[in-house]
Structure formats: structure tokens, C-alpha cells
């Protein structure tokens, strides 16, 4: 059985002002802006004794 972990906090997702313009020529004459975006994202990492491991089957809290 395969183990997934995960372990970050204060995770922060933000979109770039100028993501359309990043994105565009990824995919010439698809409106690839309309499905995905550019962004940073920041997370602070958990010390390995506090994080949580589940497997695909198991369900995550």
C-alpha cells in the first residue's frame, strides 16, 4: 500500500498578476488562461514528528 505524507502549514496560493501572460503561449490558440494559472505558493514544513502520513484508502483528517 502506497503512504502519502503531508506536513505543511499556513500554506499561501497566490495568483500572479501577470499570470495570463505567462500562460498564454503555453498552448498557442487555446484560452489556457480560462483553465489554469501562474502563481507562488509559501508554506511553512513541519518538524518530521508532527506529520501525517495516510495511505489512498484511508481517509485524511
Do not use: C
Request: hydrophobic share 35%; glycine share 4%; charged share 30%.
Amino acid at each position: 500500500m502506497k503512504q502519502y505524507i503531508y506536513g505543511f502549514v499556513n500554506i499561501l496560493i497566490e495568483i500572479k498578476e501577470n499570470s495570463n501572460e505567462i500562460v498564454t503561449d503555453w498552448v498557442p490558440g487555446f484560452p489556457i488562461s480560462n483553465y489554469i494559472a501562474s502563481a507562488t505558493v509559501q508554506a511553512e514544513k513541519l518538524p518530521n514528528e508532527e506529520k501525517k502520513f495516510f495511505s489512498k484508502e484511508s481517509e485524511r483528517d
